[in-house]
């Protein structure tokens, strides 16, 4: 502080004294924090419903509270017979998951999440029964695309890092979906890998 007043009254600065603090070393930020365009988000609907290809399944995610939490919740109901509720559980991404798909076996993909953050469940795989068989977070995805952080944010048009969004390859049995240029595909184990421009 007194380095400061002595530069200012050097450099001819007039004026009234003005109070200032700085932040305890502890507490400064160490490293820059960057703005994130696009943070903010138009909340989803209240409940969004997925189908299987095949029609025998069907998956919904709704709000717990009407969005006054972020808190969702997944059901998936087998169509095979009228509707039939197989599992119900509380859903990790705030606001639900970007986008869902379930499979023709009754495997829900999860993919992303609302908020624009490196998520750490950038894909999420439930199997028929609701138990969780495979994750993958962000930098997973960007192990995998092995490309800076910031290329990958750039070239998102959906989200975080999605570019294209993930459709239901019948001939592949995988998911297929693009980020950075790239077309990825997730298989209905969780296996994640790169594939060749469709």
């Keep these: 502080m007194t380095k400061l007043l002595i530069l200012l009254l050097t450099l001819g600065w007039t004026g009234s004294a003005v109070a200032c603090t700085s932040l305890p070393s502890s507490t400064a930020p160490k490293e820059p924090i960057a703005a994130v365009p696009n943070d903010t988000i138009a909340l989803p609907d209240l409940q969004t ?22 808190r969702a919740v997944g059901q998936l109901y087998s169509l095979q017979s009228g509707q039939t509720l197989l599992w119900e559980k509380p859903l990790p991404q ?55 952080r910031a290329e990958i944010v750039e070239q998102a048009a959906i989200g975080w890092w999605i570019e294209t969004p993930p459709a239901w390859d019948a001939q592949l049995e995988q998911v297929r979906l693009s980020a950075a240029g790239t077309s990825l595909a997730v298989t209905s184990d969780g296996h994640l890998q790169l594939e060749t421009a469709p």
Excluded: C, K
Aim: proline share 8%; charged share 15%; no cysteine.
């Design 94 to 148: 705030a606001y639900g998951p970007r986008f869902a798909v379930v499979t023709p076996a009754g495997d829900v993909i999860l993919f992303d999440e609302q908020l624009n953050i490196a998520s750490p469940y950038a894909v999420m795989v439930l199997d028929a029964a609701g138990e969780a068989i495979a994750q993958h977070s962000f930098d997973d995805i960007q192990a995998l695309l092995a490309q800076p």
């Design 49 to 70: 419903d997925y189908r299987s290809p095949n029609g025998q399944y069907q998956f919904v995610v709704s709000a717990v509270d009407g969005w006054q939490t972020p």
